[in-house]
T-cell receptor, first 113, second 113 residues
């Protein structure tokens, strides 16, 4: 089954403790992206990657890092999480076409205390 | 400033009626617009895409219109069913890069039996 898999689904951590949220897709998609979703603000893009070893900032990149060493994986790294990064995070991927629809994972709910 | 607006209030309708959701935008000139469905605790799922030169697009009970003069898209679900209850997101292409979408905050649809 074609899918985007994120782990973990839920994560509670403390301020400053480094964490990684994993994302993997099995559709051989070149494009991958991370979003955060907050009430009243909608989905906002954090980082995206056009292909292996190619990443770029989205609209809200501060406090986040990403890497794209393999085509299928696109982990999101929070080096020093803060409470304002408490949010619902989604990974998404799409094919090569400029208007290919996004395929989303089921989300990671992160709480930073 | 650029804005994309969806009605934040939930839309309540009776089963069998047509649901109409609105997406308005200002200061964008999107080449296309997409609609997604999001269920609680799940990632958004792509439904339909409509290009700027298309007035209307249909898929089964779904219909999308795109009026670039009014800067508005309407999303219709005919013969609505309780299973259609979900949040519906519009996303428009910002013309600032590959797959650069800006998402609305979504409208929650509740279909009562």
């Amino acid at each position: 089954e074609a899918q985007v898999t994120q782990n973990p689904r839920y994560l509670i951590t403390v301020t400053g403790k480094k964490l990684t949220v994993t994302c993997s897709q099995n559709m051989n998609h070149e494009y991958m992206s991370w979003y955060r979703q907050d009430p009243g603000l909608g989905l906002r893009q954090i980082y995206y990657s056009m292909n292996v070893e190619v990443t770029d900032k989205g609209d809200v990149p501060e406090g986040y890092k990403v890497s794209r060493k393999e085509k299928r994986n696109f982990p999101l790294i929070l080096e020093s999480p803060s409470p304002n990064q408490t949010s619902l995070y989604f990974c998404a991927s799409s094919g090569q076409g400029a208007i290919s629809p996004l395929h989303f994972g089921n989300g990671t709910r992160l709480t930073v205390t | 400033s650029q804005k994309i607006e969806q009605n934040s209030e939930a839309l309540n309708i009776q089963e069998g009626k047509t649901a109409t959701l609105t997406c308005n935008y200002t200061n964008y000139s999107p080449a296309y617009l997409q609609w997604y469905r999001q269920d609680p605790g799940r990632g958004p799922v792509f439904l339909l895409l409509i290009r700027e030169n298309e007035k209307e697009k249909r898929k089964e009970r779904l219909k999308v219109t795109f009026d670039t003069t009014l800067k508005q898209s309407l999303f219709h679900i005919t013969a609505s069913q309780p299973a259609d209850s979900a949040t519906y997101l519009c996303a428009l292409e910002t013309n600032t890069g590959f797959q650069k979408l800006v998402f609305g905050t979504g409208t929650r649809l509740l279909v009562s039996p």
